[in-house]
């Protein structure tokens, strides 16, 4: 960490997190940076570009070199640029503004280690290598953001399935009524041989299969990145060697639409269809939906109704811009959304809320640990929930800035119990206190267990549109 790092003044939050004392909001860091930076202000212009054309517009401005605030441009730009790369995703980054600003935007990418993790993977995502183009005002492409017409097609026979971590699911669905699921426990990571993966999600289509007198269409979600039904990043596959990801892998879902006579075959982020099945189960658009479970998995669906093909991986998007806070031990970088929403979060927080828990237990075990004692009302467990609630109450005002949502949606094993219930009201607590134009506009919601089981299969079994 650099010393102008480490002298880096952020604004203390109103409510503080019960078990973290240095938690500084990115919210509340970007609001006091914007109102400073707006005296003296100097524009830039920022744009990123995806696949098929599709571009993402932002402007914003930072302070010119009148400003108390001109030492600090590079930090907040960075971070927000962050944001905005893994919110929506782009293999190209176009910068207009300050020079020294797109010529350190451009080393940061190129040599750091943090900057290097997320230019490597957007080009992996991608496919094309990141870049960093530095134009006038007049050379930033205007927006041109595409939506997928993808869910809520329910007629005829259909199979949904979600593949997750620790078990894969599938459903049999006819007229959007779920006549047949069924929840097979598994341990894919491990696994090096793509066929075996093959064998094993075909095997679950073939039991869903037997329930229908047909199959029309078929649909599903993954954790991971997906582009255009193909796997660009996912831990599921994590122990296939990469000369047979590239081979085999990443065309998994082709491969498997062939073996089903080409019928109409969608699949996408579990997060997308977590927030289509909350967006269907509500009959509302302009859902945000949050899975906190091995990682914090995210969703969205616009206030129009469609999911986007933003890349909505908010795990690595920066909740707290203390750069002392929590590092993620994936990208090398701070204050990332999974060491806030997620097991890793209730995890590092168990030494300083002092329960005795064996810290080499695997991170599911310590949550379950954690469970225990909050159902004997151990205070120090519901110190764990409070603090993760205060998290969130910050982080939903950030997101609020980037999304257009009235509905959050929660779910995931750290939100299981009554400790979800906790997390919940400290974080409407937030909203209420620091941000009650937010408070009164967004309202939380939890699936029931209904919903959990049948939700997300009826919502990945109506992604594709049949013929």
């Known amino acids: 960490m650099s010393n102008e790092l480490k002298n880096i003044e952020l604004p203390v939050p109103g409510i503080a997190p019960a078990l973290d004392s240095v938690f500084r909001p990115a919210v509340l860091a970007r609001r006091e940076f914007q109102k400073a930076a707006h005296q003296f202000p100097s524009p830039v212009l920022l744009a990123l570009e995806r696949n098929e054309g599709s571009i993402t517009r932002f402007d914003?401005?930072?302070?010119?070199?009148?400003?108390?605030?001109?030492?600090?441009?590079?930090?907040?730009?960075?971070?927000?640029?962050?944001?905005?790369?893994?919110?929506?995703?782009?293999?190209?980054?176009?910068?207009?503004?300050?020079?020294?600003?797109?010529?350190?935007?451009?080393?940061?990418?190129?040599?750091?280690?943090?900057?290097?993790?997320?230019?490597?993977?957007?080009?992996?995502?991608?496919?094309?290598?990141?870049?960093?183009?530095?134009?006038?005002?007049?050379?930033?492409?205007?927006?041109?953001?595409?939506?997928?017409?993808?869910?809520?097609?329910?007629?005829?026979?259909?199979?949904?399935?979600?593949?997750?971590?620790?078990?894969?699911?599938?459903?049999?669905?006819?007229?959007?009524?779920?006549?047949?699921?069924?929840?097979?426990?598994?341990?894919?990571?491990?696994?090096?041989?793509?066929?075996?993966?093959?064998?094993?999600?075909?095997?679950?289509?073939?039991?869903?299969?037997?329930?229908?007198?047909?199959?029309?269409?078929?649909?599903?979600?993954?954790?991971?990145?997906?582009?255009?039904?193909?796997?660009?990043?996912?831990?599921?596959?994590?122990?296939?060697?990469?000369?047979?990801?590239?081979?085999?892998?990443?065309?998994?879902?082709?491969?498997?639409?062939?073996?089903?006579?080409?019928?109409?075959?969608?699949?996408?982020?579990?997060?997308?269809?977590?927030?289509?099945?909350?967006?269907?189960?509500?009959?509302?658009?302009?859902?945000?939906?949050?899975?906190?479970?091995?990682?914090?998995?995210?969703?969205?669906?616009?206030?129009?109704?469609?999911?986007?093909?933003?890349?909505?991986?908010?795990?690595?998007?920066?909740?707290?811009?203390?750069?002392?806070a929590a590092i993620d031990e994936w990208s090398g970088d701070f204050g990332c959304g999974v060491q806030y929403f997620s097991q890793q979060a209730v995890g590092r927080l168990i030494p300083p809320a002092g329960l005795e828990i064996r810290p080499k237990l695997p991170l599911p075990e310590r949550l379950v640990e954690v469970q225990k004692f909050m159902g004997q009302g151990d205070e120090r467990a519901e110190r764990i929930y409070q603090t993760i609630g205060v998290y969130l109450g910050y982080a939903v005002a950030q997101y609020a800035e980037f999304y257009d949502f009235r509905h959050l949606l929660t779910l995931g094993r750290v939100t299981t119990g009554r400790g979800g219930s906790v997390i919940l009201s400290h974080a409407r607590r937030v909203l209420d206190q620091e941000f009650p134009e937010l408070s009164s506009r967004i309202a939380f919601h939890t699936p029931d267990e209904k919903e959990k089981r049948h939700g997300q299969a009826i919502a990945a079994a109506s992604l594709p549109m049949a013929k």
């Open 60 to 324: 914003t401005v930072v302070a010119d070199g009148q400003s108390p605030a001109f030492s600090i441009n590079f930090f907040h730009l960075e971070r927000l640029v962050k944001f905005l790369l893994w919110s929506r995703g782009g293999w190209k980054l176009w910068f207009s503004g300050p020079a020294a600003l797109g010529e350190q935007l451009t080393r940061h990418y190129e040599s750091t280690p943090s900057g290097r993790f997320d230019a490597d993977l957007m080009g992996r995502i991608y496919e094309h290598p990141f870049e960093v183009a530095v134009v006038r005002p007049e050379g930033i492409p205007p927006a041109r953001e595409n939506s997928a017409p993808l869910g809520r097609h329910l007629r005829g026979c259909r199979i949904g399935f979600d593949l997750g971590a620790s078990d894969r699911k599938v459903a049999a669905v006819m007229d959007g009524k779920v006549v047949f699921s069924e929840e097979t426990v598994w341990d894919p990571r491990p696994q090096a041989d793509p066929q075996w993966h093959f064998n094993q999600i075909m095997d679950s289509l073939q039991r869903a299969a037997v329930h229908l007198p047909r199959v029309d269409a078929i649909g599903g979600s993954s954790a991971g990145v997906i582009v255009n039904n193909r796997i660009m990043v996912a831990s599921l596959f994590r122990g296939v060697p990469e000369g047979l990801f590239q081979s085999r892998v990443k065309t998994l879902f082709p491969e498997l639409k062939a073996a089903w006579h080409s019928i109409p075959f969608e699949v996408v982020n579990d997060g997308e269809v977590t927030a289509l099945a909350g967006a269907m189960a509500l009959n509302e658009n302009g859902v945000l939906g949050i899975a906190m479970g091995s990682s914090e998995a995210a969703g969205y669906v616009t206030t129009e109704g469609r999911i986007t093909q933003w890349l909505n991986e908010l795990a690595f998007a920066p909740v707290d811009y203390n750069p002392r």
